[in-house]
């Protein structure tokens, strides 16, 4: 931590999945897509939205391989001095990466979220390739249609290598439009958010709903920043700095404080604080069935005496890694599942591990669960179980 250092505090739900979409903008057609190193660095405000803007969307476009940066799994005591507080990226010791791990992986490597119905191939030949443009970074505007199927970029000039698998025949096709510039840094490069004038994506959504690759119903509507999967699944609200996830086994949102949007099994009636709020079976089984769930509340993790400056909290003064404050707030949830009389809820530690049981009730038919972190017996939670108790 040098003081100085800087960390944008904007939305990557706002900015419609930023990083995903610079990730994604260099992948190219036809070939499997890992990624070795990511993260939503601390202590940027917004860093409970990694959970659903990196992992759902890349299992939404089949991705094969997530890495995060870094320390997932701390292999000494939890406790030790080179283990304690939050660092830049590590995971494993902030309570915000925890459960960005923890749903991330329900609904990547469980495979919760549903692949894209379709494929999209942004063709950029050699004339392109090799000009002055093509040093620059691809057309941000264009690379928003991987948020609505799977998309990718496909050199038409360039002859397949032997032995390499027949890609998908994709359903639209498209020439890239313009470029972006390219901000280089000694640790990292990234895309430049610019209009491309030659490129107008409320119109390609016209034709994509034309095609049939947006079905009837999908609410995109790219003038107002709301981006709608094809698979019905995934809807990003760019100006409520909303997105959520809706499955079968896993639903989640992230979100501000206030009312949260009717998933189908799951609703945040009312959060007091900015959130990333999830239910997922732990049984396997769908929502609707399942005998044993975990919620997840992530909210905000900073290190006590972090000092940021008064004018602009961008901008580092004092920082520390020890001692970790939790972002308290009261939550009102409700769960629709079978026999919701049967459940008992408990507040878990960040292990895993049960701490206290906690009152529920049932309104018609519904679970209702009241929470308030700031009260719990033995501090705040992050996790809590939902079990049937067995007769």
Request: glycine share 8%.
């Amino acid at each position: 931590f040098l003081p100085g250092s800087r960390v944008r505090l904007n939305s990557a739900v706002e900015g419609m999945a930023s990083y995903f979409r610079t990730i994604n903008s260099r992948r190219p057609y036809g070939c499997s897509m890992g990624v070795g190193e990511f993260n939503h660095c601390y202590w940027n405000p917004y860093q409970r939205e990694l959970a659903l803007v990196m992992f759902a969307y890349a299992a939404f476009s089949r991705y094969s391989t997530l890495e995060i940066h870094d320390n997932a799994v701390i292999p000494d005591a939890v406790d030790s001095p080179t283990n304690r507080g939050i660092g830049l990226f590590g995971a494993g010791t902030n309570p915000i990466g925890r459960a960005s791990e923890f749903i991330g992986n329900q609904l990547f490597l469980r495979g919760d979220v549903t692949p894209a119905r379709h494929r999209i191939a942004i063709t950029i030949p050699n004339a392109y390739l090799f000009s002055q443009q093509g040093a620059r970074a691809a057309s941000t505007d264009q690379s928003v249609l991987g948020l609505l199927a799977e998309t990718a970029y496909a050199f038409p000039d360039i002859p397949a290598r032997n032995r390499v698998m027949q890609a998908h025949k994709p359903d639209y096709i498209l020439p890239i439009s313009g470029s972006a510039s390219i901000n280089t840094h000694g640790w990292f490069s990234e895309s430049i958010e610019e209009k491309d004038t030659n490129f107008s994506l409320a119109k390609t959504v016209e034709t994509l709903r034309k095609k049939g690759i947006l079905p009837s119903g999908n609410l995109t509507d790219a003038d107002k920043g709301i981006l709608h999967s094809d698979t019905g699944e995934i809807l990003l609200n760019a100006p409520l700095k909303r997105l959520q996830v809706d499955t079968p086994r896993t639903q989640a949102v992230t979100m501000t404080a206030g009312q949260g949007p009717a998933l189908s099994n799951f609703t945040v009636d009312q959060a007091g604080v900015d959130v990333m709020a999830a239910l997922t079976a732990v049984d396997d089984k769908p929502l609707a069935a399942s005998s044993r769930m975990v919620i997840a509340l992530s909210t905000r993790a900073i290190a006590k005496g972090l000092q940021l400056r008064k004018d602009d909290e961008s901008i580092l003064v004092k920082g520390t890694s020890q001692t970790v404050l939790y972002n308290t707030g009261k939550f009102d949830l409700s769960v629709k599942t079978a026999s919701p009389e049967a459940f008992k809820l408990y507040a878990l530690d960040i292990n895993g591990n049960r701490r206290c049981e906690l009152p529920l009730r049932v309104e018609a038919g519904v679970l209702k669960i009241a929470l308030d972190t700031d009260t719990l017996e033995g501090g705040p939670a992050v996790f809590f179980e939902l079990v049937r108790e067995q007769k």
